[in-house]
């Protein structure tokens, strides 16, 4: 005996993009994941306004990416607003990429095994990326180094 499968309706969305109407993915209920939803749209904003800055400002004004060297970085790191500026930079694009690969894991890793593996592998090395970033910017002492000028030890 054969089972009738209905037609599948397709409701398009309001767009005109010929998608169904719950193409994508949907905002979670309210939950751990609700806030790491939050976050990425939170964080991809502000990544905007620190990545746009940091090019503009290292790579556009004044003389442009000929005047970045080594003694540019350390007398930009002496004042404490560039070290968090990098920083908050640094660990914001970390934490928002590897949630992202934690996204992708999920959609696409289908075993449970190989989900939780990959996904602590990101963890850790995310994780080292972020204690060996911050501990360049917070222990960066310039006159550890020889040839540093304009540098007021």
């Known amino acids: 005996m054969a089972v009738d499968n209905p ?6 969305d309001g767009l005109g993009t010929g998608l169904p109407q719950r ?10 994941e609700f806030w790491w939803w939050v976050f990425m749209r939170i964080s991809g904003m502000v990544l905007l306004v620190l990545a746009v800055g940091h090019v503009l400002i290292m790579h556009v004004f ?9 003694s540019f970085v350390a007398l930009r790191w002496q004042q404490p607003f560039w070290r968090t500026w990098d920083w908050l930079m ?11 690969l934690r996204m992708v894991i999920l959609d696409y890793v ?4 190989a989900r939780i593996a990959t996904t602590w592998f990101f963890y850790i090395v995310g994780a080292a990326m972020f204690a060996l970033g911050t501990v ?5 002492d310039p006159c550890r180094w020889p040839g540093t000028v304009g540098i007021s030890c």
């Open 7 to 12: 037609p599948l309706r397709r409701v398009e």
């Open 23 to 32: 193409a994508g993915r949907e905002r979670p209920s309210k939950g751990g």
């Open 62 to 70: 004044d003389e442009g990416v000929d005047r970045v060297n080594f």
């Open 90 to 100: 640094l660990s914001l694009a970390l934490l928002h990429g590897v949630n992202g």
């Open 110 to 113: 289908r075993r449970p095994g």
């Open 136 to 140: 360049v910017v917070f222990s960066f």
